[in-house]
């Protein structure tokens, strides 16, 4: 059997601000960097075989506080980064709600793709979805930890379970250091055995962004 743990990144100044980061390369402040300190040594005892992360800073230097325990090198992957949001990056979401109320309306409402050059999560889960198999199939009957984006991790593992766009909007936003657990089998496919696993709550998670 094989497992994935989809690892969320640790907190930046953006996502305590409610700032869309998307794709622009935020790094870990203090608390995100405390955050990847203390989930590492949980991860850690799952005895992973390989480490992969998105190539975005946040979530690479969360990948690294595990590799600092395990020993493991890190492979980053592109595919891995959270979805595009165009026009939104770098605002304040009471920006983007001034700014742009249609699709912003669209967006809260759960539409696939509201427009303002935001990727359609379609084209996210495809893109998450492929890099996450592909990291499965590089350790086949192993575990593996992603360490990506809140995002995209949801909708790249709803990708490999078969979930479409609504489903997957009544399954709650991953906490920042937290993570989603899949397991394959050759009779069953991938099978969702853990969601928001990590430490202590932290209280709702701000929008995945």
Known sequence: MTRLIVWRHGNT?????????????????????????????LLAALRP?????SDLRRAADTAAALAALTGLPVRTDA??????????????????AQRFPAEYARWRTGDPDP????????????RVGTALQD??????????VVATHGGGARQGCGYLIG????????????????WTELRHDGVRGWQLRGHNVGLVAQGPAPAPV
């Open 163 to 178: 979930w479409d766009s609504t489903v997957l909007r009544s399954v709650g936003p991953l906490n920042n250091c937290h």
């Open 115 to 126: 427009g303002s050059e935001v990727e359609s999560l379609d084209d996210l889960g495809k």
């Open 13 to 41: 100044d953006w996502n305590a601000a409610n700032r869309v980061q998307g794709q622009t390369d935020v790094p870990l402040n203090d608390l995100g960097r405390e955050q990847a300190a203390a989930a590492a040594p």
């Open 135 to 144: 990291a499965a199939d590089a350790v086949p009957g192993g575990t593996i």
């Open 49 to 53: 075989d390989a480490i992969v992360a």
């Open 79 to 96: 595919r891995l980064r959270e979805r595009f949001y165009g026009l939104w990056q770098g605002l304040l979401m009471t920006e983007v």
